[in-house]
């Protein structure tokens, strides 16, 4: 699969060979929404907590008698049906949210979205990207250079200390190295630009 690699206009300069494994796998819509969701739901904490009706702290009394006073029949304060009453099925602080991926199905589904993005046009390569001081100036004329419109995900082999510093205040621009990389980010963002050392790592990591 030939990758297409960009200069610093943005211009399409050569092309780079990539795996077919990483980059040319047919896109599978149903594996892609099962990884995607899992990880969303592993990053869940599910520390919030709700009170049932016996932990509300209300008169156990019935509020009035049961007929004569032309409203509806009450036996206590704390039902759930009442505002301030206890939640009919509350959340528990200890609920558990995670889902379980097979490690072949979790790079298979990575596999099969970088795929997708090269078919549709997403996906640039560049040489290297660095900048001389940790200037965010400098590093959104480089991307502006580039001529990505949109969101922007940058994948480097390395992330030194100034393109860390002159990237983390642009908005809709993501720098990671190529191990922090998520399903998630790769299909939030609109653009994702690799650089070539990244593509040999996620050949190594992926395939």
């Given amino acids: 699969m030939d ?55 209300k008169s156990h009394r019935k509020p009035w008698r049961q007929k004569g006073t032309g409203r509806a029949r009450a036996g206590q304060a704390n039902s759930p049906l009442w505002r301030g ?7 528990s602080p ?14 298979a ?3 099969s979205i970088l795929s997708q993005l090269v078919r549709e046009g997403r996906l640039a390569v560049v040489e290297a990207l660095s900048v001389d001081a940790p200037k965010t100036k400098l590093f959104a004329q480089k991307i502006r250079g580039l001529g990505l419109a949109g969101t922007v995900l940058v994948v480097t082999d390395s ?6 510093l002159a990237s983390r205040n642009l908005p809709n621009v993501l720098v990671l190295e190529t191990r922090e990389v998520d399903p998630v980010s790769l299909v939030r963002f609109q653009n994702v630009v690799l650089t070539r050392g990244a593509v040999a790592q996620f050949e190594e990591q992926w395939a």
């Fill in 109 to 111: 589904g990575v596999a």
């Fill in 85 to 91: 009453g206890g939640k009919i099925f509350p959340s």
């Fill in 159 to 164: 992330l030194d200390e100034n393109l860390y």
């Fill in 3 to 57: 990758l297409k690699l960009i200069n610093d206009s943005g211009a399409p300069a050569a092309t780079v060979a990539g795996s077919d494994a990483v980059f040319g796998r047919d896109y599978n819509e149903s594996l892609v929404h099962q990884v995607v969701t899992a990880y969303q739901a592993n990053g869940r904490q599910g520390t919030r907590a709700q009170k049932s009706r016996g932990e509300i702290n």
């Fill in 94 to 107: 200890d609920e558990n949210f995670s889902q379980k991926v097979n490690r072949k199905m979790y790079r």
